[in-house]
């Protein structure tokens, strides 16, 4: 656990930014990341009182907030209704109940973590981020970024029509995942992500046309590498991805 010589809860993002310029200073989200570490902060910055904790849903996207919790993701109908499921069934493998109403959308895509479920769901679909002072990015260039001591503010999830699914393995319930897919289609259009490959989620485009499920996943698990740690081998996290990216195609042709 690390400590702080203070706390700030904030009264607008200006004041956000200027103390995250300090190098020993840090944004709080949920904290359950943080909390696994030690050392001695300066500053915690608390944004919890900006507002920044809903979920908007206009005709073109859905706004997220940065404190929104993964349980909220989880769990609101737009998101549902628009893109079939693929956030419930991302992330309710994420440890539990109790942690998904505390861990929040901004320090899950913030974090870009290797084995994130929530940025492999994300990378399928047309996700933007927008930073305070680096304004809408599209998520992927985000995802490859350095660490930039910016305020991630709101996750934008654009409405495009595409359809998609999610599927992850766990060696044991509430683990890391051993590999994580999300499969995205608008027409012949397929976006897939793979991420516990264990590297950082990455996407990919295909043209779906004239190919079955099983040819297009074959040549997406193909182009993405993939490295051995201790809950898996390389070659095991392959063949899994090709499983899982065809079992998702197939899931999305079936609804088509
Ligand atoms: C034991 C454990 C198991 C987990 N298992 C999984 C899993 O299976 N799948 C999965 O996808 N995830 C998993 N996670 C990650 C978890 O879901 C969250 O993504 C993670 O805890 C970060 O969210 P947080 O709100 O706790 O962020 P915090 O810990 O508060 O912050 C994380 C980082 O983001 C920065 N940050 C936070 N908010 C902002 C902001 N608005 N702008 C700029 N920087 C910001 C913080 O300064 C910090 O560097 C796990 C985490 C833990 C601790």
């Not at 930014?17 to 200073?25: A, F, P």
């Not at 940065?66 to 893109?83: I, K, S, V």
């Not at 260039?141 to 359809?163: C, H, N, Q, S």
Request: proline share 2%; hydrophobic share 40%.
């Amino acid at each position: 656990m690390f400590t702080a010589r203070e706390y700030v809860k904030v009264g607008s993002l200006e004041e956000a930014w200027e103390l995250n310029q300090k190098r020993t200073n840090v944004i709080a989200g949920g904290m359950l990341w943080l909390k696994m570490g030690n050392g001695q902060k300066g500053t915690v910055i608390d944004l919890s009182g900006l507002g920044l904790d809903q979920i908007q849903e206009t005709e073109e996207e859905f706004s997220v907030g940065c404190m929104c919790t993964l349980r909220q993701l989880e769990l609101d109908p737009g998101l549902e209704r628009a893109f079939g499921g693929i956030f419930r069934e991302s992330l309710r493998h994420i440890v539990g109940v109790q942690f998904r109403n505390c861990a929040t959308a901004g320090g899950s895509v913030y974090g870009r973590y290797g084995f994130s479920d929530v940025l492999t769901c994300l990378l399928a679909l047309d996700t933007w981020v927008e930073l305070y002072k680096g304004g809408r990015i599209p998520l992927e260039e985000f995802a490859k970024m350095p660490y930039t001591r910016d305020v991630l503010v709101r996750i934008i999830i654009r409405k495009d029509g595409r359809r998609a699914a999610y599927g992850s393995q766990r060696n044991t319930k509430t683990d890391f995942p051993l590999i994580a897919c999300a499969v995205s289609r608008k027409g012949d259009s397929w976006q897939i992500s793979v991420g516990a490959r264990p590297k950082k989620a990455e996407r990919i485009c295909l043209d779906g046309a004239g190919k079955t499920a099983a040819e297009l996943a074959k040549e997406a698990a193909g182009r993405f590498a993939y490295g051995s740690n201790m809950r898996g081998s390389a070659e095991y996290r392959a063949h899994l991805a090709e499983v899982y990216i065809r079992r998702l195609a197939e899931k999305l042709e079936k609804e088509a």
